[in-house]
């Protein structure tokens, strides 16, 4: 590394002087200040200085240690007796020079000294930058968190929903898998409006909303506010059977919930009409076709009367027993922001667990790396009982008891492929991530 021209003070009066300037002159230095033992402690208070050289003379190392002490970050190189290296490393000299004094080891010292200098500033530097880097990074994911969830209902935004399934379709193209979407109107919402003012249909957009998050099951689907009254809901590796399900479900939700509305040309309560449409995605195809035809869904069972569904499957009624494995778990309310990685997420919880239940099978020992990496990111989704059930199987992993093992894994891989995931924010998580961005 190449010592740049720097300043420097030499604390000493005596015979060295001269010989202690030249070194410091064939080191590099610009500008020297010479001053006497009785000075040292302005040094301190000098922030042009990159150095001082002092000369210790019969064993004192009491005035170096002083302005060592008291140096605010400048290097201090001792000269000194043989005898006393020790005493003035001990004392915070960053290099020691004896005597007699050589001139050219002398600069030499005083240049690997400033060597060190510029590597600490280098590294406080790149390690300033690197916290503003990382800090303008939060500052910018809390924007977007922000910015992707539609505030009243607390789902993702037509933004964010358009962007997720963009995500969606990029996937079941690559895995040539089918691809719902159900379109939802609220109906005669406007007359709702009329009847029982914003503010009441403002109450009644959240409770529809939170009927219909309870809806989608599988950490795959979500939820997003299209605009307005207007709601869309993806489905991936659905089919159109599945979507009809879904859409059925999402309509008998909201009727479920009799919410008042005498405005209404189809129901005495609140409704849903929806429209879903499902296709096998092909490189060949956008999801614009598939918005379309669940939206052309949407406008038919509209003309028929509303309060239905409307699309293209055959009629299946929903089995009892498949919807009873979805009511073991408490649901998990999860950011809308993270709705993409979730089933990732879980899809490698699963495969973790199950891979120690194949070590224990083989008579291998499985380590506890991955699940302490898996526990890390449960924290970073606020999936709380996961994190829970990833320690157990770590603590069963670190024990080596077979029974132990088995049973943890078998619970988590239980909850990951049966916990139904809520992509929604709550007014309060909302509120906390604008407090952290302008606290």
């Known amino acids: 590394m190449e010592v740049h021209a720097f300043t420097a003070q030499l604390?000493?009066?005596?015979?060295?002087?001269?010989?202690?300037?030249d070194a410091l002159a064939d080191a590099g230095c610009l500008d020297i200040e010479v001053a006497s033992h009785g000075t040292l402690l302005s040094v301190a208070n000098d922030p042009t200085l990159d150095l001082v050289v002092v000369a210790v003379h019969r064993g004192d190392c009491a005035a170096l240690r002083r302005i060592v002490a008291a140096r605010q970050g400048v290097r201090v190189v001792a000269v000194c007796d043989e005898s006393d290296i020790d005493a003035a490393?001990?004392?915070?000299?960053?290099?020691?020079?004896?005597?007699?004094v050589r001139r050219r080891e002398l600069a030499g010292r005083i240049r690997d000294t400033m060597r060190g200098n510029a590597a600490t500033r280098t590294t406080v530097r790149e390690r300033a930058m690197s916290e503003t880097i990382a800090a303008?990074?939060?500052?910018?994911?809390?924007?977007e968190r922000l910015a992707c969830v539609d505030p009243l209902t607390g789902?993702?935004?037509?933004?964010?929903?358009?962007?997720?399934?963009?995500?969606?379709?990029?996937?079941?193209?690559?895995?040539?898998?089918?691809?719902?979407?159900?379109?939802?109107?609220?109906?005669?919402?406007?007359?709702?409006?009329?009847?029982?003012?914003?503010?009441?249909?403002?109450?009644c957009l959240a409770l529809v909303t939170d009927a219909m998050v309870r809806c989608l099951r599988r950490p795959s689907d979500f939820l997003g506010r299209y605009g307005g009254e207007e709601f869309m809901a993806i489905l991936p590796?659905?089919?159109?059977?599945?979507?009809r399900i879904v859409a059925e479900r999402l309509r008998a939700a909201v009727e479920n919930l009799g919410l008042p509305h005498i405005g209404s040309v189809c129901s005495p309560v609140v409704t849903i009409t929806a429209g879903f449409a499902s296709i096998r995605v092909l490189p060949e195809d956008s999801a614009d076709r598939l918005i379309a035809a669940a939206d052309a869904s949407l406008l038919e069972?509209?003309?028929?009367?509303?309060?239905?569904?409307?699309?293209?499957a055959p009629l299946v009624k929903p089995s009892?027993?498949?919807?009873?494995?979805?009511?073991?778990?408490?649901?998990?309310?999860?950011?809308?922001w993270y709705a993409d990685q979730i089933t990732a997420f879980l899809d490698s919880v699963e495969n973790e667990a199950r891979s120690h239940v194949d070590n224990l099978h083989r008579g291998e020992r499985g380590s506890g790396i991955a699940l302490r990496r898996l526990e890390e990111k449960s924290r970073r989704f606020e999936l709380t009982a996961v994190g829970m059930l990833l320690r157990d199987l770590a603590t069963a992993v670190r024990e080596a008891e077979p029974a132990l093992l088995r049973a943890a894994a078998d619970e988590l891989v239980q909850y990951v492929m049966h916990v139904q995931v809520v992509y929604r924010r709550t007014c309060e998580d909302h509120l906390q991530i604008s407090v952290a961005r302008t606290g």
Request: aromatic share 6%; hydrophobic share 40%.
């Open 11 to 21: 604390i000493d009066t005596g015979a060295e002087s001269a010989a202690l300037q």
């Open 89 to 100: 490393f001990a004392a915070g000299a960053a290099q020691c020079v004896t005597r007699p």
């Open 136 to 143: 303008l990074q939060r500052e910018k994911q809390d924007l």
């Open 155 to 203: 789902v993702a935004n037509r933004r964010h929903a358009l962007e997720l399934l963009a995500a969606e379709w990029a996937r079941c193209t690559r895995d040539h898998r089918p691809l719902a979407v159900v379109m939802i109107d609220l109906d005669c919402f406007h007359a709702y409006n009329e009847n029982y003012g914003h503010p009441g249909g403002d109450r």
């Open 237 to 243: 590796n659905t089919d159109a059977v599945g979507a």
């Open 301 to 312: 069972a509209k003309s028929l009367g509303r309060n239905r569904v409307g699309g293209h």
């Open 320 to 336: 009892r027993v498949s919807a009873q494995r979805w009511e073991r778990y408490a649901p998990v309310y999860v950011d809308p």
